[in-house]
């Protein structure tokens, strides 16, 4: 999608060089871009643990690309796959919640086992990681058709008049490589003419709503308004919102759904007033072995000063400043999961389903 009218991705290879991964670094958007490179096994795991880089399928792919700057940097051995689960345990444990960090993991482990000599492993890492990249923006693509069907249905019954659309976290293309999970049915829509509107949760505490999927709404020319996260109930009471989408960091095989921390408050509300939830997401968000979500997906807990301190742009630099009393101290829970009775349908690349076990399962 698009920065001031260039078009991006969210991840690279760095153009004639090969060793190199170059990423955004979105802990600086709205107000600064940018590009940080990634050269080493620490620097993708820094990456994706201080949050340069975050949402579930954007953190699989630079995971993927991390499994193969280690790699760079294996000598040869007699236990070279022992080393690679090694660089694969090492990344997993920088994030816990959102399972395509392990789904990528566990595909470059796979894939180069099948190769003996170290520098074909090498090679078949870069090329796995690289149709891993191109993987996620089709199926984020095919998301946003099979999604896109669902606006289109709720623009013609209200005859053409806007669709409003409520989204929390950023489940958008910088979560993402391209188009976004949530977003991408929203963008679809737009280009096929459809009027529309998103309330956009600003998703404290590190406001990925209000500085993320604002931003790239923007930049994309779509109308919409950040609301304070308890304001989506109120809004949905007073037949302001036309349905809910979201994505997804780890959905289990039952159809739980863990997200940003604050979903399954918006899922409750919109449940109370008759209004469509649904969950974007794609294959490699689910959770197939995870039976039961609630009880099972493991919850990122994160450094209290992320609640205790925000982020604001002021005299042409980012501030971080102190909203409570000095010595409180704040609880930072990355997650939350819903329960699947309160969701209406998931959208995936391979179609529109139900978030129960025996659909899910189909989608395999
Ligand atoms: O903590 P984050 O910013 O990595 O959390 C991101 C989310 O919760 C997204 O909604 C989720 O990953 C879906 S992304 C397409």
């Not at 999608?1 to 991006?8: A, D, G, L, P, S």
């Not at 959102?98 to 566990?106: D, Q, S, T, W």
């Not at 910088?174 to 009027?195: E, F, N, Q, S």
């Amino acid at each position: 999608m698009q920065i001031n009218k260039k078009y991006y991705h969210t991840i690279w290879v760095k153009e004639n060089s090969s060793s190199v991964i170059e990423i955004i670094d979105q802990r600086y958007l709205p107000f600064e871009f940018r590009v940080v490179e990634l050269k080493t096994l620490k620097d993708a795991f820094v990456a994706i643990k201080e949050m340069l880089v975050r949402g579930a399928p954007l953190i699989g792919v630079t995971a993927a690309y991390g499994m193969y700057l280690g790699m760079l940097d294996l000598k040869k051995s007699e236990n070279i796959d022992q080393e690679i689960r090694k660089i694969g345990d090492y990344l997993e444990s920088s994030r816990p919640t959102a399972v395509n960090l392990r789904y990528a993991v566990e595909l470059i482990i796979e894939k180069t086992k099948s190769v003996k000599d170290i520098n074909q492993k090498i090679s078949v890492a870069l090329q796995t990681a690289n149709e891993l990249k191109e993987k996620e923006i089709e199926n984020c693509r095919l998301i946003g058709e099979n999604g896109l069907s669902l606006i289109e249905k709720i623009s013609k019954a209200k005859k053409g008049d806007t669709v409003n659309i409520l989204t929390h976290c950023n489940a958008g293309w910088l979560a993402c490589v391209d188009y976004g999970t949530a977003t991408a049915p929203i963008y679809l829509a737009h280009k096929k003419g459809i009027k529309l509107h998103v309330w956009v949760d600003e998703t404290r505490p590190r406001n990925q709503g209000a500085r993320l999927t604002a931003f790239e709404l923007g930049q994309e020319g779509i109308d919409h308004t950040i609301i304070a996260d308890n304001t989506g109930g109120l809004l949905m009471q007073k037949g302001m919102v036309d349905l809910v989408i979201v994505g997804s960091d780890r959905t289990s095989a039952n159809g739980d759904v863990a997200n940003k921390i604050g979903t399954y408050l918006k899922a409750l509300a919109a449940h109370d007033n008759n209004i469509p939830f649904y969950v974007a997401l794609p294959l490699s968000t689910i959770d197939f072995n995870m039976t039961d979500g609630v009880k099972q997906i493991p919850i990122e807990q994160r450094d209290e000063n992320e609640v205790r301190f925000i982020d604001g742009w002021l005299d042409n630099k980012i501030n971080n400043v102190r909203i409570v009393p000095e010595n409180s101290k704040a609880a930072n829970y990355g997650f939350d999961v819903t329960p699947a009775k309160y969701v209406t349908a998931l959208i995936t690349e391979k179609g529109v389903c139900k978030a129960n076990k025996q659909d899910i399962e189909k989608l395999k």
